[in-house]
């Protein structure tokens, strides 16, 4: 009884505090991100406060946010969305790769910390935070202008390598010889195939399958056969987060439209929960070691990412403004930088305290970025005495854009428009 009274106040006082952290997020204008993982490192081994009997539970819900983010990412896209954006979109994500990925993994050899380690720090490094993203096009008014479909297709992209991605790594925390992770990789390849096949031929059938004009009959559909299919692929060495996705991608039409809104909430707070608990189990006083390789590291691919928005929107057709604000928009890092070194802190445990310190840095300079990178452009260009393009972020409707993608030009709400990736 002891133990079931300290995990309800230490669960009510987390989920109490979460709530109100949030709010301070939303009244400030940023991300509430790194307040939670804040929060996390001073309620964790080694904080302020440590947190004992909720450990497990905290574990768990933690779990449940990974399949949550990854599901609703799903529903956000049709396969036949998927496929092409994938088909118009992968020279920029190519280059969104080498330019991103390519430090994190130098940084962790210059370290000394092994191959697989590299492939971790290098996935930290590359993948940018849509849920900040979402929120700072909502904040600023650019949900409607020309370059936001380019930063929308850049992030579908990353969403699509994560895919092929997240298995690769976990065979390779697991251990696997090459022809293991080699296998678990053809599976995993094998099984989104399959998957978009199913999607795009018989998308409507699945859909109706699980429909239901019950929103809880829905909503325990939905959620039961997604921790299933999650628990299945974790099963298969193929990641849970993936078969999460794939749940999403195979449900279309009113029934992820329903499904996206219902489980939404939950969404927000088992992924909040996840960020409270990867500060939890990392020790406060490993940080400041790695502060300063993170801040150089994040200071590298904050340039590297403006150089990708640049490259993404010139292939558009974007004008100059626009493309210093596609590049300055993609900079922040978030929940997946986080999930990738969730994932590898058993391998090596100084990721966890650097992805950390890392993702604080960016996801608070993101918004920033996204808002000055232009500014300082334009400004920069006239004491070089150059001739900027115009620097309005006025929408252009009347010219389609090239890139077809999830969220379009449209009069839908902002909160419609930008759901994204958590």
């Known amino acids: 009884m002891h133990d ?7 669960l009510g006082a987390i989920i109490l505090g979460l709530g109100i952290l949030g709010r301070l997020a939303g009244r400030v204008g940023f991300s509430p991100i790194p307040l939670y993982l804040l929060a996390g490192l001073a309620f964790g081994h080694g904080g302020l406060l440590p947190l004992n009997a ?5 574990s768990t819900g933690a779990e449940i946010g990974v399949i949550l983010l990854l599901l609703l990412l799903g529903l956000e896209y049709s396969a036949s969305e998927l496929v092409t954006n994938l088909k118009t979109q992968y020279p920029s994500g190519i280059v969104d790769f080498v330019l991103n990925a390519v430090p994190g993994a130098v940084a962790a050899l210059v370290l000394g910390w092994g191959p697989v380690a590299a492939v971790a720090l ?38 699509l390598a994560m895919a092929v991605y997240l298995p690769l790594l976990t065979a390779l925390l697991a251990g696997q010889s090459l022809a293991g992770g ?50 299945v692929a974790q099963q298969l060495q193929v990641s849970a987060a993936v ?26 707070l088992f992924a909040a929960v996840f960020f409270v608990f990867f500060g939890l189990n990392t020790d406060p006083a490993a940080i400041p070691p790695v502060l300063v390789p993170a801040l150089i590291l994040a200071v590298i691919t904050a340039g590297t990412k403006i150089a990708t928005g640049w490259f993404a929107a010139r292939r558009a057709g974007v004008r100059t403004a626009g493309r210093w604000r596609t590049g300055g928009t993609l900079v922040a890092r978030g929940e997946f930088s986080i999930v990738i070194a969730g994932l590898a802190v058993g391998v090596e445990p100084r990721i966890g305290p650097l992805a950390t310190a890392y993702v604080l840095i960016l996801v608070i300079l993101g918004p920033l ?32 854009s090239p890139e077809p993608v999830a969220a379009e030009e449209s009069p839908a709400a902002p909160g419609d428009t930008a759901r994204t990736r958590g």
């Open 122 to 159: 290098g996935g930290v490094t590359w993948i940018s935070s849509s849920g900040v993203i979402a929120k700072v096009l909502g904040d600023l008014g650019r949900l409607g202008n020309r370059e936001t479909p380019v930063i929308l297709g850049v992030l579908v992209i990353e969403d």
């Open 369 to 400: 970025a996204a808002r000055w990178t232009e500014p300082v452009a334009r400004r920069t260009a006239r004491l070089l005495g150059r001739t900027p393009a115009p620097a309005g972020a006025a929408p252009a409707p009347a010219a389609p």
């Open 4 to 10: 079931t009274t300290a995990l309800l106040i230490e």
């Open 182 to 231: 080699s296998l678990t990789l053809l599976i995993s390849l094998g099984t989104v195939g399959a998957v978009l096949y199913v999607a795009l031929r018989h998308g409507r059938l699945i859909s109706r399958a699980v429909s239901s004009d019950n929103p809880e009959m829905l909503l325990l559909v939905v959620l039961g056969l997604t921790v299933l299919v999650a628990g």
């Open 54 to 58: 909720s450990e497990e539970f905290v």
């Open 243 to 268: 078969g999460a996705f794939l749940v999403g991608i195979a449900l279309s039409g009113e029934v992820a439209e329903g499904a996206h809104h219902l489980l939404a909430p939950m969404r927000d």
